[in-house]
């Protein structure tokens, strides 16, 4: 059964940090890109990070730019999003996302536009004092 779920979520600091996870299954992690994305009350939701299949290339959204580290581990069918310099702003529930890309070279760039094959429930972060 194909599944994304997301988990490392909660209540932080400002400040503070977070390391959220996106454990898959059901598909080959290595032909897909993953992506993160939140979205907070009453917002639309943003992309935050994307990540090639191969963990090669990477991108931020200029609001992670800097504090927030995206990686793989595709052994582990795994995906991580190191969250650090937490603020009050980046309260939102967190999604992750896969993205088939099994077709392209492993050191094309990630891209958080366009469609997502999968979706998972997402799990909240809050910072707040």
């Known amino acids: 059964q194909l599944q994304v779920v997301e988990s490392g979520g909660g209540l932080v600091q400002p400040g503070g940090s977070l390391r959220l996870s996106c454990a898959t299954s059901?598909?080959?992690?290595?032909?897909?890109?993953i992506g993160w994305f939140r979205q907070a009350p009453g917002k639309e939701r943003e992309g935050v990070s994307c990540i090639n299949r191969s963990g090669g290339r990477a991108d931020y959204a200029d609001s992670a730019k800097g504090r927030f580290t995206i990686s793989r581990d595709n052994a582990k069918r795994t995906v991580y999003l190191q969250m650090n310099s937490l603020k009050p702003e980046d309260t939102a529930n967190y999604y992750c996302?896969?993205?088939?890309?099994?077709?392209?070279?492993?050191?094309?760039?990630?891209?958080?536009?366009?469609?997502?094959?999968?979706w998972g429930q997402g799990t909240q972060v809050t910072v707040s004092s």
């Open positions: 996302a896969a993205r088939f890309s099994g077709f392209s070279g492993l050191f094309r760039q990630c891209s958080l536009s366009g469609e997502f094959d999968y």
């Open positions: 059901g598909f080959n992690l290595a032909d897909y890109d």
